[in-house]
């Protein structure tokens, strides 16, 4: 018994437009949201909830409704086609709107003159106050007294007219960088707690890296923290000035939210279709191996709208207020070519009769039972109805922690780790797409279930040490803790959804998809709010990487106890076969 590759690749083409737009969506429509249209991080949460929201209830209905599905394409090619051609038309035309926002916010959107809001009434976050929690600091300053108070340490009323005047050409300097040239080395600024001083530092190469000097030109001491001045005095006051906007007009955001419907409404329409499609030309003891394929697919989809983000510039600072329209186009472009390969190359209803005849062939059942499996349905015991419940509300909890960080990432990357996210999540999908094709054989050696307790330690283990990762720290150290997540959760996502279709007949394989994404979405609608909800309570992002940590390691207790779905690896007849992939 061995896996047709070249058939679960091209069956894997319609999860790979699927994590294409998740990719895009995730990380765009975010920095869409807080920087275009100024609205909070729980707001936003709420907004990013939707997809999640609709999913719950449609999940599982278009299962079920392609379980009952006949035609000459099958059951899940139609639901495939038609949705992913709605949501591409739909994810385009979000751009139009993000554009009007744009254009709304004039001299400080793609002319990017923001020296209007220097004497504007904005009160923006002291980073102080929130990174190291000296509460002796204001918790909120005007841009042009925190601008003063890093520059001069006093307040803006209490300069002279020439510092006042020395402190407006630092701001705007800071402008003129990212307005001017992108290659220079971004304006920083320190503090020290100790003494309560305010530094303007100075940007020097050494060996070749950018590093950054005292005014006397020492070194930063250890208590001096280091702090980015555009994303702690432009950035915020540009949401503000975002949000004023907003208010004022809110028919853009309106029109966006309603086009954010349609295209999630679309997606939702044959997200279950697509990933039941698997489980229907895949033998039962081959789908962890299948699912694999399937995941790798997916992941190549991610991987490649990352590095499109890369070349578009979408995780630079200085495009925070970027058009999207292009980077949009591409992921839209990346999704019809994915979809004509599957149509060129899938036939489902000829594959799904091949599934049943190798079935009989390998004994995995009767011919009797082969002819009824695609339109019987399952009761289940109440053990299994148990091993059942606990699995997906495993699948809840990592769902939680993971999608936290996954629609938090890129501002948290630009606010607190001041880097571009681009890089550090191309190098969890890297990770994870060479570890899937290897945990699937691992999975059929030591059970799915182990396989799953596994991953979730690593990826409990990569969350923790992200929280300890900031700015100042190592690249190379941040970079291994995503590759360990990428991992962890490749080893997770190989293993969970075959242990729920496991306990599935071939008539309600659709359903039984619906019940896993109906799990995780539900995570997903909780998840955005609450995070958002502690960080803003915070004052900080802070928080993110924690709260995905326990919620990460309480998955691992639910899924201890789980009994039932794990696969029966079969027994090799020889050493031989042992060095096969085959079950």
């Known amino acids: 018994m061995k896996l047709n590759y070249k058939k679960t690749i091209f069956v894997g083409f319609a999860f790979f437009l699927i994590c294409a737009f998740w990719q895009a969506y995730d990380s765009i429509v975010p920095m869409m949201l807080v920087n275009k249209f100024g609205l909070s991080q729980t707001v936003s949460g709420v907004i990013m909830s939707l997809d999640n929201i609709i999913a719950v209830f449609l999940l599982p209905l278009f299962g079920s409704l392609s379980d009952k599905t006949k035609t000459r394409f099958g059951r899940r090619t139609p639901y495939i086609v038609i949705g992913t051609v709605v949501a591409a038309i739909a994810f385009f035309g979000l751009t139009f709107a993000d554009n009007a926002q744009l254009a709304k916010l004039g001299s400080v959107g793609e002319n990017r003159s923001y020296e ?55 701001y705007s300097g800071i402008n003129a960088e990212y307005n001017q040239d992108h290659s220079k080395p971004e304006t920083v600024y320190g503090y020290d707690a100790e003494t309560k001083t305010y530094y303007v530092l100075t940007a020097v190469e050494e060996n070749g890296k950018t590093v950054y000097k005292m005014p006397d030109g020492s070194s930063i ?21 975002a949000l004023e906007k907003t208010l004022a007009e809110p028919l853009t955001l ?157 501002l948290y990357a630009m606010n607190v780790l001041h880097k571009d996210y681009n890089t550090t999540l191309l190098v969890a999908q890297g990770a994870a797409i060479i570890a899937y094709i290897p945990v699937g054989i691992v999975a059929q050696k030591i059970g799915r279930k182990k396989s799953i307790l596994a991953g979730v330690v690593m990826l409990a283990a990569a969350f923790f ?20 997540a990428g991992i962890g959760w490749a080893t997770i996502n190989v293993n969970s959804f ?86």
């Open 465 to 484: 040490g992200a929280t300890f990762m900031n700015e100042n720290s190592s690249v190379v150290v941040l970079n291994v803790l995503f590759a360990l």
């Open 254 to 410: 309106i029109l966006f939210a309603m086009l954010l419907l349609v295209t999630l409404f679309a997606m939702a329409i044959f997200r279950s279709p697509a990933v039941a499609l698997m489980p229907d030309v895949t033998e039962k003891p081959l789908r962890s191996q299948a699912n694999a394929v399937i995941n790798l697919m997916g992941t190549a989809g991610g991987m490649l709208v990352l590095v499109l983000g890369m070349v578009f510039g979408t995780g630079k600072t200085y495009n925070q207020l970027m058009s999207y329209t292009s980077f949009i186009g591409a992921v839209c472009l990346v999704m019809v070519a994915g979809l004509l390969m599957f149509i060129w190359k899938v036939r489902e209803p000829k594959w799904v009769d091949e599934m049943e005849e190798n079935s009989v062939k390998d004994g995995l059942e009767t011919p009797d039972e082969a002819a009824v499996d695609q339109i019987s349905k399952k009761q289940l015991s109440k053990p299994e109805l148990k091993s059942l419940i606990l699995i997906l509300c495993s699948v809840a909890l990592w769902y939680i922690g993971y999608n936290a960080v996954t629609s938090k990432y890129s």
């Open 498 to 583: 075959p242990m729920v279709v496991e306990l599935a007949k071939g008539g309600d394989v659709g359903k039984y998809t619906g019940f896993y994404y109906t799990a995780s979405m539900t995570a997903q609608i909780i998840t955005p709010i609450l995070s958002g909800g502690i960080m803003e309570l915070a004052g900080s992002m802070k928080p993110l990487f924690y709260y995905a940590t326990v919620a990460v390691a309480l998955a691992f207790v639910t899924m201890f106890f789980v009994k039932h779905g794990d696969s029966k690896p079969q027994k090799k007849a020889n050493l031989i076969e042992n060095l096969d992939v085959d079950d």
């Open 221 to 241: 001491g250890q208590r001096v923290n280091k702090f980015n001045a555009y994303k702690n005095l432009i950035t915020p006051s540009v949401s503000d000035y």
């Open 116 to 170: 209007m809001l220097f004497d504007a009434d904005y009160e923006i976050s002291n980073a102080e106050y929130n990174a190291i929690t000296d509460k002796e600091q204001p918790k909120t300053y005007s841009v042009r007294d925190y601008a003063s108070k890093i520059v001069k340490n006093k307040l803006y009323d209490e300069l002279t007219d020439d510092e006042k005047a020395e402190v407006r050409d630092w």
